[in-house]
């Protein structure tokens, strides 16, 4: 109890908590500060990924999931509107919806079988007038009191998002400009749910964060394509990042397009290598998709990331599971009309990404390396300076300008003080 | 051959397979199976729902060469060690000399890195949907499709199972 408090006394008076180029490791690590977040960020002011609109596609669809580590669940009721609800019953307390996804009606929770409606609302409690005129409730019990708590939802293209803040701006304006352009192109028709994966990683989500607005280590931990040859480090592109400094968008293209393009059949994918050859390219043959062979990462603050590697598209949810322990739920999808030589050739390219991805793997071992090294040192801080101090756009990839930008963000979200000066002007808050 | 003679020449194939994988003899992974054949491993969750998206998938004894040849040397990861416990298996059929098995597995994996030395976790439990050949009088997989129950990954895959 002393140390929380004083903890939290550390933040609340200033102790300059987070530069955005030097991040202390005590952020990962404090479970006060992770209770925190719950409150203020995954409670707060954002827009939570909940779901694919894909995967509710029928009324009476429903799926279970986590908004932090609040359980909720996403349904589509009877009239096909979208609804999401707290999971946990108005009675006393029950998980309602028990499964991961299903069909159903009406939610029975199990404890006392109040049922409701698949908008949340009440429908029935068992034995309301009690047994022989004996028990049960009062006169003025009334049902449409007793409602599950709702979460706000909003869609953007067919992606499902939620929040427990009534000042959140409105999504569009959330995701701004750049991330809703992403999105139009990614989302532009369609899709088609392929398949999930799960993977348990031992660290604070923020790690994963950061690896996800981190364009430099992709060519470095990544080592699948250098070692066959099959991809040249110096590829084009940039990096975007919103006004607010959450959301961040990775843009990796091919330098050479022209040559990508050749290498569409698979015959000549594995051309560049110099030692090493794939024995079976078939692996990565691959189409060019919205004109061109990219590589795009796009997160959205705080818990989805969007990828695109290749042929494979995917989000993936990140759900905090304590201060250091993370689930990544990857959903896989195609499009609706793609032909079958496309749906193989993503179902194939999936061996590239998710827990066992040759080009993807890495990351959760890299998270749990950070996390097992600043375990004890709670004022040692990382150095984030890769491509100067800037928080903006940047036409590098060879740059850490979205990590800092998430920091800031992070920092004015959590209400910590930081900056390196006292006035915290020391150049590195700006939005350039 | 013989009913008797076929299950002892497919359970030594099995017990073979395990111990190859368990004693990090990767290099000879491939040849268990034919030349074109399916190695996959996929997520209970995906299989249930009629989904498609292996966590691991190979359609070529090469494919599952890449395989090898990435984890040597091109994949990060901790340092570690398999020890697959494989129960009796079901063979459910014959058709043509293509024999169907069904075999729980349970993976338990132990951690060879400093800071977890020594550490043992049940890793991967799930069933081995295969198909074996005989040519030239081995039996192969031609077909090994992985189901695991253990939809939730503990940090990464990347040794076959
Ligand atoms: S807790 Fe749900 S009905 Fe009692
Ligand atoms: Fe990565």
């Not at chain 1, 990544?222 to 843009?251: C, P, W």
């Not at chain 1, 050739?345 to 390396?369: C, F, H, T, W």
Request: contains cysteine.
């Amino acid at each position: 109890m002393g140390a929380s408090t004083q903890i939290h006394q550390t933040y609340a008076n200033g102790h300059p908590a987070v530069d955005p180029t030097q991040v202390p490791y005590r952020l990962y690590t404090d479970p006060e500060l992770y209770a925190r977040e719950q409150e203020q960020l995954f409670r707060g002011p954002t827009w939570n990924y909940l779901a694919l609109e894909a995967e509710l596609a029928k009324p009476g669809d429903f799926r279970a999931n986590f908004i932090g580590e609040t359980p909720v669940f996403i349904t589509r009721d009877q009239k096909g509107e979208l609804h999401a609800l707290v999971n946990r019953c108005a009675h006393r307390g029950a998980i309602v919806c028990r499964e991961v996804r299903g069909n159903r009606k009406t939610m029975v929770c199990p404890y006392h079988q109040w049922s409701y409606d698949l908008n949340g609302t009440l429908r029935g409690v068992p034995f309301r007038r009690g047994v022989n005129g004996k028990g049960g409730y009062a006169e003025d019990f009334n049902p449409a009191e007793h409602s599950l708590t709702p979460v706000r939802i909003a869609t953007y293209r067919g992606l499902v998002f939620g929040t427990f803040s009534d000042d959140v701006a409105p999504l569009p304006e959330y995701l701004g400009p750049a991330m809703r352009e992403h999105f139009d192109t990614i989302f532009n028709r369609p899709i088609e749910v392929l398949g999930f994966s799960r993977q348990l990683i031992h660290g604070n989500w923020k790690v994963y964060a950061e690896n996800t607005k981190d364009p430099y280590h992709g060519s470095l931990l990544h080592m699948f394509h250098a070692t066959f040859g099959s991809y040249r480090s110096s590829q084009d592109g940039g990096m975007k990042v919103d006004e607010q400094g959450r959301n961040s968008l990775i843009i990796a293209l091919k330098s050479d397009e022209k040559q990508e393009l050749a290498a569409y059949t698979s015959e000549s994918v594995g051309s560049y290598s110099k030692t090493l050859k794939l024995a079976d390219p078939t692996l990565l043959a691959a189409r060019p998709e919205f004109d061109r062979f990219s590589t795009t990462i796009q997160y959205i603050f705080p818990n989805l990331v969007v990828q695109q590697i290749s042929n494979t598209l995917a989000t993936r949810q990140l759900v905090p599971k304590g201060v250091d322990k993370f689930e990544l739920l990857v959903t896989y999808f195609g499009y609706r009309d793609d032909d079958d030589e496309m749906r193989t050739m993503r179902i194939k390219q999936s061996n590239l990404i998710g827990p066992a991805g040759l080009i993807a793997l890495e990351d959760g071992y890299a998270v749990e390396l950070v996390q097992r090294a600043v375990a004890y040192d709670r004022e040692a801080h990382s150095y984030i300076e890769l491509g100067g101090r800037g928080t903006g756009n940047d036409d590098s990839l060879v740059t850490e300008s979205a990590i800092r930008a998430f920091w800031k963000s992070y920092g004015e979200l959590m209400g910590l003080r930081w900056g390196g000066s006292a006035d915290g002007s020391n150049g590195t808050a700006r939005a350039d | 051959m013989e009913a008797t003679e076929l299950r002892a020449r497919i359970e030594d194939l099995q017990a073979a397979y395990a111990e190859c994988l368990d004693s990090n003899r990767l290099e000879q992974w491939p040849e268990f199976f034919t030349e074109r054949c399916i190695y996959k491993i996929i997520p209970y969750e995906n299989e249930a729902l009629g989904m498609p998206i292996p966590l691991m998938y190979g359609d070529s004894r090469g494919m599952l060469r890449d395989r090898v040849v990435a984890h040597r040397n091109a994949n990060f990861f901790a340092p570690h060690m398999y020890r697959h416990l494989i129960a009796r298996m079901r063979i459910a059929g014959n058709d043509h000399g293509v024999v169907s098995t069904f075999t729980n597995y349970a993976v338990y994996r132990t951690m060879l890195d400093p800071g977890d030395y020594g550490r043992s976790e049940l890793f991967s439990v799930g069933v081995y949907q295969d198909k074996i050949v005989f040519e030239n009088g081995n039996p192969l997989f031609q077909e090994k499709i992985v189901v695991i129950d253990t939809s939730q990954i503990s940090t990464l895959l990347v040794t076959p199972l």
